[in-house]
């Protein structure tokens, strides 16, 4: 350990050394220490976000559903993403059968070649300890921890995103142009995993090559649109036959109100959530945004003006939470991914100073060039989004966190007989004591003695660090032990609660409950969504906020007095329950299983529900296409009431389930003129508690 801790000092990006046999044993210690975290479990979530569960299954069933990402195999609608996560899993399935480990165990199998990939590309300039550290900071980030183990579309952008900025520090290191093209690949593969959202690496990748690219400038300029042209093709063959396919013979695209992938990238997925202007949103966005508060009545007042815990978002970030500069060290997202984040910033400068006279070409300073802008620029953007945030978003931060403190940390430890480099370590461990301070601070029962530990072996780190004698020979050794507690003691309490506690829901976050913390719009809620009994939070422990008698949730409005759509009931459309809700799946009782299953080969859709995570659960439950109406949120405009009558007179849809998602939005939406049209033409029978019409008598 000692040998290690000693390496020499280094001016310029050194080649690799060969590899020890401790680096060997302490690499596949921590790719199967993360295997086991991560899969460990996985059962106890179930069908964990139920929206893209139903897609996934659907893609098992049917090719053009997997091709097109489609809720259900008969092709209704879509998901409101682009499909390449949910292959993954709709081929795990279509090999293992339908279950929920079969879906989640590729998305934690990503989350071990993140792991292995940032060790790899931080270890090539920096090391193997550097390579370690980077990798182990990752896979113990909460809401890495919680997002590999969970089937949003995360995990793969993640791993797609770590891979450009491999390609890229390796065209740095040679200037060969089949780097950049691979660079630009892996983009456009990001792309076809969460759209715009990976387009934010895209500048610290192409600035950082402009700097430090060995080419001429010229030829780093032709590089980049080498890039640039990779990029579209690996992205835009799949745009391209989406656009050109004919309408009438593919799914409707979710989340789209014209039915056009374009519109959907450039809108609703794209500068809709940068300023708050989503069309479609079931949320103030764009032109529905009154539309919505008026449906809603004193239940939208609520989510807006603090009926929930958390309040109202003085920032104006409106429903999502407050915007500003220190967003990402809020209650939702602080004990996501802030833990860290100031040690990050820190060892940035630091390590930047340290490379000032390095060549223009010099690999390190090119590395600390792209995993800085990748914070701060994916940083700075969740911070002044004023459209649709969820804290599970910061999972885009953890590899640039995870980067910058291990490169950082092990730059400045090979520097610290200098002084102010022992000074800037000194600081970087009494920041980060504060910040677990703060964030550990925020769950009074969890583990409450864990924050007088870090901060007291914080403080004694930091103290021994200043001493130039406590920082060689085997001290030294004691000392980075000390230091590596400050930083992860924290994370790792947080990433086991996230490994023990079972989480579902469309909104999630990691760890425990947190005081003041907003799961979703508003204020909603504790840690994630709401769980399946209905409650705020996204996980499945059942006390994620404060609840009213009767199970309600604390400050909501009940459907009548807030005017409601008929069949909403208020905030009840959020949650979950049998009918399940805009947030929650739903969950059938066995004898409505048995009634969807019975003749079910004589219809294309057994069901139709209002809004996908409704649909879902019954879905999911029989194995046979439910159609979702409205798509996720119940407002896009597919079927239309007329295409709906038809496929009724046709005999292709045997049941119109109520509840859940209620009547859309708008109040004059399809959505809403499909369940009024159904209430005044067919008879309702309940059974296990759901109400649903025979659209076959």
Same mark, same amino acid.
């Given at each position: 350990?000692?040998?290690?801790?000693?390496? %020499?000092?280094?001016?310029?990006?050194?080649?690799?050394?060969?590899?020890?046999?401790?680096?060997?044993?302490?690499?596949?210690?921590?790719?199967?220490?993360?295997?086991?975290?991560?899969?460990?479990?996985?059962?106890?979530?179930?069908?964990?976000?139920?929206?893209?569960?139903?897609?996934?299954?659907?893609?098992?069933?049917?090719?053009?559903?997997?091709?097109?990402?489609?809720?259900?195999?008969?092709?209704?609608?879509?998901?409101?993403?682009?499909?390449?996560?949910?292959?993954?899993?709709?081929?795990?399935?279509? @090999?293992?059968?339908?279950?929920?480990?079969?879906?989640?165990?590729?998305?934690?199998?990503?989350?071990?070649?993140?792991?292995?990939?940032?060790?790899?590309?931080?270890?090539?300039?920096?090391?193997?300890?550097?390579?370690?550290?980077?990798?182990?900071?990752?896979?113990?980030?909460?809401?890495?921890?919680?997002?590999?183990?969970?089937?949003?579309?995360?995990?793969?952008?993640?791993?797609?995103?770590?891979?450009?900025?491999?390609?890229?520090?390796?065209? @740095?290191?040679?200037?060969?142009?089949?780097?950049?093209?691979?660079?630009?690949?892996?983009?456009?593969?990001?792309?076809?995993?969460?759209?715009?959202?990976?387009?934010?690496?895209? #500048? +610290?990748?192409?600035?950082?090559?402009?700097?430090?690219?060995? +080419?001429?400038?010229?030829?780093?300029?032709?590089?980049?649109?080498?890039?640039?042209?990779?990029?579209?093709?690996?992205?835009?063959?799949?745009?391209?036959?989406?656009?050109?396919?004919?309408?009438?013979?593919?799914?409707?695209?979710?989340?789209?109100?014209?039915?056009?992938?374009?519109?959907?990238?450039?809108?609703?997925?794209?500068?809709?959530?940068?300023?708050?202007?989503?069309?479609?949103?079931?949320?103030?966005?764009?032109?529905?945004?009154?539309?919505?508060?008026?449906?809603?009545?004193?239940?939208?007042?609520?989510?807006?003006?603090?009926?929930?815990?958390?309040?109202?978002?003085?920032?104006?970030?409106?429903?999502?939470?407050?915007?500003?500069?220190?967003?990402?060290?809020?209650?939702?997202?602080?004990?996501?991914?802030?833990?860290?984040?100031?040690?990050?910033?820190?060892?940035?400068?630091?390590?930047?100073?340290?490379?000032?006279?390095?060549?223009?070409?010099?690999?390190?300073?090119?590395?600390?060039? @792209?995993?800085?802008?990748?914070?701060?620029?994916?940083?700075?953007?969740?911070?002044?989004?004023?459209?649709?945030?969820?804290?599970?978003?910061?999972?885009?931060?953890?590899?640039?966190?995870?980067?910058?403190?291990?490169?950082?940390?092990?730059?400045?430890?090979?520097?610290?007989?200098?002084?102010?480099?022992?000074?800037?370590?000194?600081?970087?461990?009494?920041?980060?004591?504060?910040?677990?301070?703060?964030?550990?601070?925020?769950?009074?029962?969890?583990?409450?003695?864990?924050?007088?530990? @870090?901060?007291?072996?914080?403080?004694?780190?930091?103290?021994?660090?200043?001493?130039?004698?406590?920082?060689?020979?085997?001290?030294?050794?004691?000392?980075?032990?000390?230091?590596?507690?400050?930083?992860?003691?924290? +994370?790792?309490?947080?990433?086991?609660?996230?490994?023990?506690?079972?989480?579902?829901?469309?909104?999630?976050?990691?760890?425990?409950?947190?005081?003041?913390?907003?799961?979703?719009?508003?204020?909603?809620?504790?840690?994630?969504?709401?769980?399946?009994?209905?409650?705020?939070?996204?996980?499945?422990?059942?006390?994620?906020? %404060?609840?009213? #008698?009767?199970?309600?949730?604390?400050?909501?409005?009940?459907?009548?007095?807030?005017?409601?759509?008929?069949?909403?009931?208020?905030?009840?459309?959020?949650?979950?329950?049998?009918?399940?809700?805009?947030?929650?799946?739903?969950?059938?009782?066995?004898?409505?299983?048995?009634?969807?299953?019975?003749?079910?080969?004589?219809?294309?859709?057994?069901?139709?529900?209002?809004?996908?995570?409704?649909?879902?659960?019954?879905?999911?439950?029989?194995?046979? +296409?439910?159609?979702?109406?409205?798509?996720?949120?119940?407002?896009?405009?597919?079927?239309?009431?007329?295409?709906?009558?038809?496929?009724?007179?046709?005999?292709?849809?045997?049941?119109?389930?109520?509840?859940?998602?209620?009547?859309?939005?708008?109040?004059?939406?399809?959505?809403?003129?499909?369940?009024?049209?159904?209430?005044?033409?067919?008879?309702?029978?309940?059974?296990?508690?759901?109400?649903?019409?025979?659209?076959?008598?």
């Amino acid at each position: 350990m000692t040998t290690t801790l000693e390496q %020499p000092k280094v001016d310029a990006a050194e080649p690799p050394p060969a590899r020890r046999r401790w680096e060997t044993w302490a690499l596949a210690a921590l790719l199967v220490g993360t295997a086991v975290a991560y899969i460990w479990g996985l059962g106890a979530s179930g069908w964990a976000n139920s929206f893209y569960a139903a897609a996934v299954q659907a893609g098992s069933e049917s090719w053009e559903a997997f091709f097109f990402g489609s809720s259900d195999a008969a092709n209704s609608i879509t998901v409101d993403k682009p499909p390449m996560s949910l292959w993954l899993m709709a081929l795990s399935v279509r @090999v293992f059968g339908l279950s929920s480990w079969a879906m989640l165990v590729p998305q934690a199998l990503l989350g071990v070649g993140s792991v292995a990939l940032l060790y790899a590309t931080v270890k090539r300039w920096f090391g193997a300890p550097a390579g370690l550290l980077a990798g182990l900071v990752l896979a113990l980030t909460p809401i890495a921890v919680l997002m590999f183990r969970f089937n949003n579309p995360d995990a793969l952008l993640v791993l797609l995103m770590i891979a450009s900025v491999w390609a890229m520090l390796r065209a @740095v290191e040679d200037g060969r142009t089949r780097w950049m093209v691979l660079t630009g690949v892996f983009v456009g593969l990001g792309f076809l995993t969460k759209q715009l959202q990976v387009m934010l690496v895209v #500048p +610290p990748l192409a600035l950082t090559y402009l700097v430090a690219g060995p +080419p001429k400038f010229g030829k780093r300029l032709a590089q980049c649109f080498a890039a640039l042209g990779a990029m579209i093709v690996s992205a835009g063959w799949w745009l391209l036959i989406v656009e050109l396919w004919p309408a009438s013979s593919r799914p409707w695209i979710g989340g789209s109100q014209n039915n056009s992938i374009l519109e959907l990238t450039l809108g609703y997925n794209g500068l809709g959530r940068l300023n708050g202007e989503e069309t479609g949103s079931v949320m103030p966005g764009g032109g529905s945004r009154g539309d919505a508060a008026t449906a809603m009545g004193g239940a939208g007042e609520a989510m807006a003006g603090g009926g929930f815990p958390g309040g109202g978002a003085p920032g104006g970030g409106g429903m999502w939470g407050s915007t500003g500069i220190t967003r990402m060290f809020e209650s939702a997202q602080g004990g996501q991914i802030a833990w860290l984040i100031p040690a990050a910033l820190i060892l940035l400068v630091a390590g930047l100073a340290l490379r000032g006279r390095a060549p223009r070409v010099d690999t390190q300073r090119a590395s600390f060039l @792209v995993w800085g802008l990748w914070l701060l620029v994916t940083g700075l953007t969740f911070s002044f989004m004023a459209g649709i945030f969820h804290a599970y978003y910061t999972v885009a931060l953890a590899p640039a966190v995870a980067a910058l403190v291990a490169i950082g940390s092990v730059t400045l430890w090979r520097r610290r007989d200098t002084l102010w480099v022992r000074a800037v370590l000194a600081a970087t461990l009494l920041a980060t004591a504060a910040m677990s301070w703060v964030l550990l601070g925020r769950s009074a029962s969890f583990v409450p003695w864990l924050k007088w530990a @870090v901060v007291v072996v914080g403080v004694v780190a930091a103290v021994a660090v200043l001493v130039p004698a406590l920082t060689r020979g085997r001290i030294a050794a004691v000392v980075a032990l000390a230091a590596l507690f400050t930083g992860l003691a924290g +994370p790792t309490a947080y990433a086991v609660d996230t490994i023990a506690t079972p989480h579902t829901g469309s909104i999630v976050s990691a760890g425990p409950n947190v005081e003041g913390a907003r799961g979703g719009p508003g204020g909603m809620g504790g840690p994630g969504g709401m769980d399946g009994a209905g409650r705020m939070g996204g996980r499945t422990d059942g006390a994620a906020v %404060p609840t009213a #008698p009767g199970g309600a949730v604390a400050g909501a409005t009940d459907g009548a007095a807030a005017g409601a759509p008929d069949g909403m009931g208020g905030m009840g459309a959020m949650g979950g329950g049998a009918a399940g809700g805009l947030l929650s799946g739903s969950e059938p009782g066995a004898e409505l299983v048995s009634l969807l299953e019975q003749d079910s080969g004589n219809y294309t859709w057994v069901a139709a529900a209002i809004g996908s995570n409704s649909a879902s659960g019954y879905q999911l439950a029989t194995e046979d +296409p439910v159609m979702p109406i409205g798509g996720f949120n119940g407002s896009d405009p597919s079927p239309t009431l007329e295409q709906f009558q038809q496929y009724v007179a046709d005999g292709k849809i045997h049941y119109f389930i109520a509840g859940g998602r209620g009547g859309g939005m708008g109040g004059d939406g399809t959505a809403s003129e499909i369940s009024t049209w159904v209430q005044e033409n067919f008879t309702a029978v309940t059974v296990d508690g759901v109400t649903l019409y025979d659209l076959t008598s």
